[in-house]
């Protein structure tokens, strides 16, 4: 089944995409297109789309600290079953999407799946909460940390001033939106080049802890399942540390329309992907712990950086940029992936109108990319950015857990629907128990935070019954919105896409 967009309240060009569509005036020029027929082109081969699942998942977590498991398994051994067993359950969420992307070959991800299964309104409240909140605080997080890394070189023997870490920041997402909004190929390419070097840094890393098991440096594995008590109430959270680490393996879904050959790259790069990071992860972990015990692991403020620092001597200074590198790799896997939700939430009819045009000579979705530039600049500098994230961090694996149930609930209620790729049932329904399960944990183990995070979460069902449901707006909300589409269209240089139709996907 294919969604109409919801109908705009708008007659011309309006503040909602609907089957209302402006155009950009051709003002004399042999690039401006025809209404209708822009579209984002298929430039995601198999190898940018492992690039954006790779470079997206492995970010600063694995350099800097990975001490959350350790600390909540309380046990070399145990906190190394648990990331490989993370890494098995984040694949069963990747198969899942593996086979919802194939089936349903629209971008948007999370929100796509929503709406095609449980409709407009959860749909909506799902990109609300990504848009006001989520993805400009999760952006800027990981910004901050690209600026810290990036000048830890230059600051080696003191402590880099707050100020210095936030410009350069600010220089770091400036430079991520330009790329982003000018060029997608240019995006990708330097996106397969960020992952080689996080892919490089975690083989550096590997073989020295394979060098040094040659060495016979076991100590830390004796009795791997000794050690710090860890209540088993604290295990489940051990869990959810390990799972956001892996977190991003559903980033490919929100760009399908632009895979080529979806039914066989989408599945093969996924698969690819998440084994990678699965061993990598692991691997990692036991390199860590053939020089770094489990009590100086949890001294640590950048475990990557105390291990090269005792294995590279000088040349550690290295680290911090490979870090930074990481970082980087992953704003901009992010912006590339969400901006596309954004784009296809406003073609819906759930955002702007603006949102869903593509810039007449980049053939990049623009504004879908740039509306989160002043949201992530507001929230790099005046927000409570970690607090945001904790309280909104449960919305991520609901929403991830309910668009998982959708393919069961797709099974049985569409079971003639077109699936190149099936995955066996029990594999949706132990990932989408497991993402309800930390949702529930989440809300017994900090009720504050949840609760806090659940109140946000809520604002989006009064916004879209004012902003979507009510089509009897005063006629001047209507001319203010017909005139700020206009003139950003115009400034923009974008014009509507066309919406594809299911043989075109």
């Given at each position: 089944?294919?969604?109409?967009?919801?109908?705009s309240s708008?007659s011309?060009?309006?503040?909602l995409?609907?089957?209302?569509?402006g155009h950009?005036p051709?003002?004399?020029?042999?690039?401006?297109?025809?209404q209708?027929?822009?579209?984002?082109k298929k430039?995601?081969?198999?190898?940018r789309g492992?690039?954006?699942?790779?470079?997206t998942?492995?970010?600063?977590g694995?350099?800097?600290?990975?001490?959350?498991v350790?600390?909540n398994?309380g046990?070399?051994?145990?906190?190394?079953?648990?990331?490989?067993?993370?890494?098995?359950?984040?694949?069963?969420?990747?198969?899942?999407?593996?086979?919802?992307?194939?089936?349903?070959?629209?971008s948007?991800?999370?929100y796509?799946?929503?709406?095609?299964?449980?409709?407009p309104?959860?749909?909506?409240?799902r990109?609300?909460v990504?848009?006001?909140?989520?993805?400009?605080?999760?952006?800027?997080?990981?910004s901050?940390?690209?600026?810290?890394?990036i000048?830890?070189?230059?600051?080696?023997?003191?402590?880099?001033?707050e100020?210095a870490i936030?410009?350069?920041?600010?220089v770091?997402i400036t430079?991520?939106?330009a790329?982003?909004s000018?060029?997608?190929?240019?995006?990708?390419?330097?996106?397969i080049?960020l992952t080689?070097?996080?892919?490089?840094a975690i083989?550096?890393i590997?073989?020295l802890?394979?060098m040094?098991?040659?060495?016979?440096?076991?100590?830390?594995f004796r009795?791997?399942?000794?050690?710090?008590?860890?209540s088993i109430?604290?295990?489940p959270?051990?869990?959810?540390?390990?799972?956001y680490?892996?977190?991003?393996?559903?980033?490919?879904?929100?760009?399908t329309?632009?895979v080529?050959?979806?039914?066989?790259?989408?599945?093969?790069?996924?698969?690819?992907?998440?084994?990678i990071?699965?061993v990598g992860y692991v691997?990692?972990?036991?390199?860590?712990?053939?020089t770094?015990?489990?009590?100086e692991?949890?001294?640590?403020?950048?475990?990557?950086?105390?291990f090269a620092?005792?294995?590279?001597?000088?040349?550690?200074v290295?680290v911090?940029?490979?870090?930074a590198?990481s970082c980087?790799?992953?704003?901009?896997?992010?912006?590339?992936a969400?901006?596309r939700?954004?784009?296809?939430?406003?073609?819906?009819?759930?955002?702007p109108e603006?949102?869903?045009m593509?810039?007449?000579?980049?053939?990049t979705?623009l504004?879908a990319v740039?509306?989160?530039?002043?949201?992530?600049m507001?929230?790099?500098?005046?927000?409570?950015?970690y607090?945001?994230?904790n309280?909104?961090?449960f919305a991520?694996?609901?929403?991830?857990g309910?668009?998982?149930?959708?393919?069961?609930?797709?099974?049985y209620?569409?079971?003639?629907m077109?699936?190149p790729?099936?995955?066996?049932?029990?594999?949706?329904a132990?990932?989408?128990?497991?993402?309800?399960?930390?949702?529930?944990?989440?809300?017994?183990s900090d009720?504050?935070?949840?609760?806090?995070?659940?109140?946000?979460?809520?604002?989006?069902?009064?916004a879209?019954?004012?902003?979507i449901?009510?089509?009897?707006?005063?006629?001047w909300?209507q001319?203010?919105?017909d005139?700020?589409?206009?003139?950003?269209?115009?400034?923009?240089?974008v014009?509507p896409?066309?919406?594809?139709?299911?043989?075109?996907?």
């Open positions: 089944m294919v969604r109409k967009p919801v109908m708008i011309n060009g309006g503040y995409q609907g089957d209302a569509h950009l051709p003002k004399g020029s042999k690039h401006a297109p025809e209708g027929k822009m579209v984002l430039k995601i081969t198999l190898l492992i690039s954006i699942i790779i470079g998942i492995i970010g600063a694995i350099f800097i600290s990975p001490k959350g350790l600390q398994t046990t070399v051994g145990m906190s190394l079953i648990v990331w490989t067993v993370c890494g098995l359950v984040s694949l069963f969420g990747a198969l899942s999407y593996a086979e919802l992307g194939t089936c349903i070959k629209k948007g991800g999370h796509t799946y929503i709406l095609e299964v449980f409709g309104l959860p749909a909506f409240v990109v609300w990504e848009l006001i909140v989520i993805r400009p605080a999760a952006t800027a997080v990981i901050l940390a690209f600026g810290r890394y000048l830890e070189p230059f600051f080696i023997q003191c402590e880099i001033p100020l936030k410009l350069i920041t600010a770091g430079t991520i939106m790329l982003n000018v060029s997608v190929n240019w995006t990708s390419r330097i996106q080049f080689l070097c996080k892919l490089i083989l550096i590997i073989v802890g394979v040094q098991l040659i060495k016979g440096q076991t100590q830390h009795d791997a399942f000794s050690g710090n008590d860890a109430v604290r295990l959270l051990a869990f959810y540390y390990g799972m680490a892996y977190a991003g393996w559903f980033y490919l879904n929100f760009v329309e632009e080529e050959n979806p039914e066989r790259n989408v599945p093969l790069a996924i698969c690819i992907s998440m084994v990071v699965t691997l990692t972990n036991v390199a860590y712990f053939t770094i015990s489990a009590e692991l949890l001294l640590s403020k950048a475990v990557a950086v105390t620092e005792r294995l590279l001597g000088k040349f550690s290295a911090p940029v490979f870090v590198l980087f790799g992953s704003m901009n896997g992010g912006v590339f969400v901006s939700l954004f784009y296809v939430a406003s073609r819906e009819g759930h955002l603006i949102l869903s593509i810039h007449v000579r980049k053939y979705p504004p740039i509306v989160l530039y002043p949201l992530t507001i929230m790099l500098f005046f927000g409570d950015l607090g945001l994230l309280f909104l961090s991520r694996w609901l929403f991830i309910l668009a998982v149930a959708g393919l069961i609930y797709l099974r209620k569409r079971p003639d077109h699936r790729f099936k995955v066996p049932l029990f594999i949706p132990l990932f989408s128990f497991t993402c309800l399960f930390m949702v529930a944990l989440s809300l017994y009720p504050l935070s949840t609760g806090i995070g659940f109140g946000i979460t809520l604002t989006g069902i009064p879209y019954y004012f902003f449901v009510w089509d009897k707006k005063p006629k909300f001319r203010i919105a005139g700020i589409t206009r003139t950003l269209q115009i400034l923009l240089e014009v896409s066309e919406v594809p139709t299911e043989d075109k996907l």
